[in-house]
């Protein structure tokens, strides 16, 4: 399986500030035939599933503030969120699926400092 | 507006097989994949597979022996069984609507906690 590794495992930021979120996998991602790296982030807040944010590392969701990117291919990739609000409070995953079985990072925790 | 409902059972023994469904309300249901994860209590996520309309399926390999997936199509549903459980497998089961490109989820179920206990 494609091991992905997200850093750090928490994270605080002052309101109004910028949080970088990292993720790495022990393989490429880039689907060679399209030029696109099959890696997305999630947001998920206590007591609720997941929500897509980006996919194809940088392309954001429908209705996901501008606050949010991504950015990286191949095997590093980083999830940036400027002008950080109380209600990004919550666990951010990132995922591949680039090779079957996908796979999750651990996750890393966003907190308001 | 697409949306997800999923139903089953949510409590178990052990050696028990765990049975879900996931009804699907707008969009196609012939153009993505639909796909289960699920989340042990305080954990991460993991992926179990996923399955499209023609009953073209995916599954993780270490989940491979145990799992059963399944599509009507005439209902827009899927479903997921998963055999002999022990409480490893107690976690909340979420049922997903994966893009065939990228295979990012879009859209999820509300989730379904399903407890092992003896």
């Known amino acids: 399986d494609v091991v992905m590794t997200q850093s750090p495992d928490s994270l605080a930021v002052s309101l109004g500030g910028r949080a970088t979120l990292n993720c790495k996998s022990n393989?490429?991602?880039?689907?060679?035939?399209?030029?696109?790296?099959?890696l997305a982030w999630y947001q998920q807040k206590p007591g609720q599933p997941p929500k897509l944010l980006i996919y194809w590392a940088s392309t954001r969701q429908p209705g996901v503030p501008d606050r949010f990117s991504g950015s990286g291919s191949g095997t590093d990739f980083t999830l940036t969120i400027t002008s950080l609000q109380a209600e990004d409070v919550a666990v951010y995953y990132c995922?591949?699926?680039?090779?079957?079985?996908?796979?999750f990072g651990q996750g890393t925790k966003l907190e308001i400092k | 507006q697409v949306q997800l409902q999923q139903w089953g059972t949510g409590l178990l023994k052990p050696s028990e097989t765990l049975s879900l469904t996931c009804a699907v309300y707008?969009?196609?249901?012939?153009?993505?994949?639909w796909s289960w994860i699920r989340q042990p209590p305080g954990k991460g996520l993991e992926w179990i597979g996923e399955?499209?309309?023609?009953?073209?399926?995916n599954y993780k390999p270490s989940l491979k022996s145990r799992v059963t997936m399944s599509v009507d199509t005439s209902k827009s549903q899927f479903s997921l069984q998963l055999s002999s459980v022990t409480a490893a497998d107690t976690a909340v089961y979420y049922c997903?609507?994966?893009?065939?490109?990228?295979?990012?989820?879009?859209?999820w179920g509300q989730g379904t906690l399903v407890t092992v206990f003896s």
């Open positions: 399955i499209n309309h023609s009953g073209y399926i």
């Open positions: 997903a609507r994966s893009k065939f490109s990228g295979r990012h989820c879009d859209y």
């Open positions: 995922q591949q699926c680039h090779t079957v079985p996908c796979t």
């Open positions: 707008g969009g196609s249901f012939s153009s993505y994949y």
């Open positions: 393989q490429s991602v880039l689907y060679s035939s399209n030029n696109k790296n099959y």
